[in-house]
């Protein structure tokens, strides 16, 4: 089991790797399933909390995609390599948010998540950023180790 407090995951192929701290266990995040037309194709579920943090370490920086589409105020960060999408990101007021795709957590298997359904579409835009920065990860970090 991942030491408490810290969970290691990553894309597929090990090109993007990560660690996401938090200080609840699966069991008591809030892990929504979201509604959106991407999301749903992918089949992406997402926790974030003001208590946690991300840090990201892409080994191919050539090989970090980023995808935005509709309002263009979020993009998801997706390996190239093996097409895993493993955050989505949004800045507001010169600092980073995330939401995490929990499958892609290493030993999914040992953890447990209470998932729900959140449609967010007819969101008002400014709501939209309101509530990400209220409660999407707050702590983000991206490193390019070739860089
Ligand atoms: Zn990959």
Not at 23 to 50: E, I, K, M, N, Q
Not at 61 to 66: E, G, K, P
Not at 76 to 87: A, E, L, S, T
Not at 99 to 116: A, K, P, Q, Y
Request: hydrophobic share 35%; net charge positive; with cysteine.
């Amino acid at each position: 089991m991942t030491e408490p407090g810290r969970y290691e995951g990553g894309c597929h192929c090990g090109n993007l790797r990560y660690e996401f701290r938090t200080s609840r266990a699966s069991r008591d995040w809030p892990v929504r399933r979201c509604t959106c037309s991407y999301c749903v194709r992918l089949g992406a579920h997402y926790t974030s909390g003001a208590d946690t943090s991300l840090e990201v370490t892409v080994a191919d920086s050539s090989a970090l995609a980023r995808y935005g589409f509709a309002t263009r105020t979020a993009e998801f960060f997706r390996c190239r390599k093996c097409g895993v999408m493993i955050f989505a990101g949004c800045e507001l007021a010169g600092r980073r948010y995330a939401v995490l795709n929990v499958n892609t957590l290493d030993r999914t298997s040992e953890l447990e998540f209470n998932v729900v359904d959140m449609d967010f579409d007819g969101e008002q835009v400014g709501n939209r950023l309101e509530r990400r920065q209220r409660n999407w990860i707050p702590d983000v970090n991206i490193r390019f180790i070739d860089a």
